[in-house]
């Protein structure tokens, strides 16, 4: 991922409307995001531009991932 790509992401991650969201985003970014495959970070954006109660619930379990292609990275999500 491009630079200014990441710095926008990361905007992104970090100016949500529930705090729980800003805080698990942007941790994982700053952790784990580097770590990932192309792809996957294709999918972490997908999830980062979600509504954020949808994601919230994803992310907290309150919901389950139905999508297959999400679900991986819904998963490394609510270990961080």
């Known amino acids: 991922m491009k630079r200014e790509d990441y710095g926008r992401l990361r905007w992104r991650c ?4 529930l705090l ?10 700053d952790e784990r995001f580097d770590q ?27 919901a389950e991932c139905e999508d297959p292609r999400l679900a991986p990275i819904v998963a490394l999500l609510r270990k961080s």
């Open 14 to 17: 970090s100016r949500r409307a």
């Open 20 to 29: 729980e969201l800003d805080i698990a985003l942007t941790r994982f970014l």
């Open 36 to 62: 990932l495959s192309e792809e996957q970070q294709q999918v972490f954006v997908e999830l980062a531009d979600m509504e954020d109660h949808d994601l919230w619930y994803l992310i907290s379990g309150q």
